[in-house]
């Protein structure tokens, strides 16, 4: 299976007192370049999120990046029962000294300092969430990944067909091309030397013949296409490997194009190059 470069994926997480999410975006790149962008408070994460990344992911540009909203409103309250308790004795005893003293409001010893208080967040708790959260944002990435690259794969699968298509109709047309050019080279003799000339002939023949020999090259183009059949196949890190063997085809095509004696041989060799540009434009998002 092939993997595309090109791919998005958000995980998200709601934790006691505080909302998680990872958002990784990651584009085609020659080699693996993280960028992390992750918040004050879990700073300390960087490291091991990289490394997490570079496990799973062979080649592309991602953004990562970890949003934390910490939420003081659903943040559990405690309540510092041993304070209030040694409050409500002084208050008692204030009420034993004064007279006609009033009741005690609770609320009034709510305000005091240290009475009430959010409990904090385990940090410990939060980067192993995170941690957790970031493989899934991973699952997610690749996933999407393979499903683009098994649409890459299809592409470049019907474009190779094509080459096929093109290499085998400039094959099945040289006998005729051939024959065609005999008939010119021919009549041009003929009318150079004012009569048939069967040494000046063959002569040209012979020339011609080997100016336009592409057996060679259309050869390679179909074991060019073999090869790359076999690399997709066999899926993996094959990015640089197919774009590789994009130059070799689009060398091929240019050295058909060269040699091409026929209208129709050239145009078949413009279009082998029209394939071979749209495969090699896919095959810059392949991992």
Request: aromatic residues 2%; negative net charge.
């Amino acid at each position: 299976m092939i993997r595309s470069m090109t791919a998005f994926a958000r995980a998200d997480r709601r934790l006691q007192g505080a909302d998680l999410a990872w958002e990784l975006r990651s584009v085609n790149h020659r080699y693996l370049e993280l960028m992390p962008r992750l918040p004050d408070a879990l700073r300390g994460l960087e490291n091991a999120a990289r490394e997490r990344c570079r496990q799973r992911l062979g080649r592309g540009k991602v953004d990562i990046t970890l949003r934390y909203q910490p939420d003081d409103t659903d943040a559990e309250l405690e309540l510092n029962e041993d304070l209030v308790k040694r409050l409500s004795e002084a208050a008692r005893r204030v009420g034993d000294l004064v007279l006609h003293a009033g009741q005690v409001n609770p609320l009034e010893i709510l305000q005091f300092p240290g009475v009430l208080s959010a409990r904090q967040i385990d940090n410990d708790a939060l980067e192993t969430a995170a941690l957790e959260l970031l493989d899934e944002a991973l699952d997610a990435l690749i996933a999407t990944r393979d499903r683009e690259g098994e649409q890459l794969a299809k592409l470049i699968h019907d474009r190779l067909d094509r080459v096929e298509h093109e290499v085998e109709r400039v094959r099945q047309a040289l006998p005729g091309i051939r024959d065609a050019l005999r008939q010119r080279l021919k009549q041009r003799v003929e009318e150079a030397t004012d009569g048939p000339d069967p040494d000046r002939l063959e002569q040209e023949l012979v020339l011609a013949a080997q100016k336009m020999d592409v057996d060679e090259e259309l050869d390679r183009l179909v074991t060019h296409v073999a090869e790359v059949r076999r690399v997709v196949r066999k899926g993996g890190l094959i990015g640089r490997r197919l774009d590789f063997l994009m130059q070799e085809l689009n060398r091929e095509a240019n050295t058909l194009a060269s040699k091409s004696v026929d209208a129709d041989t050239t145009a078949a060799a413009v279009e082998l190059k029209v394939l071979i540009e749209q495969m090699r434009e896919q095959i810059q998002n392949i991992e």
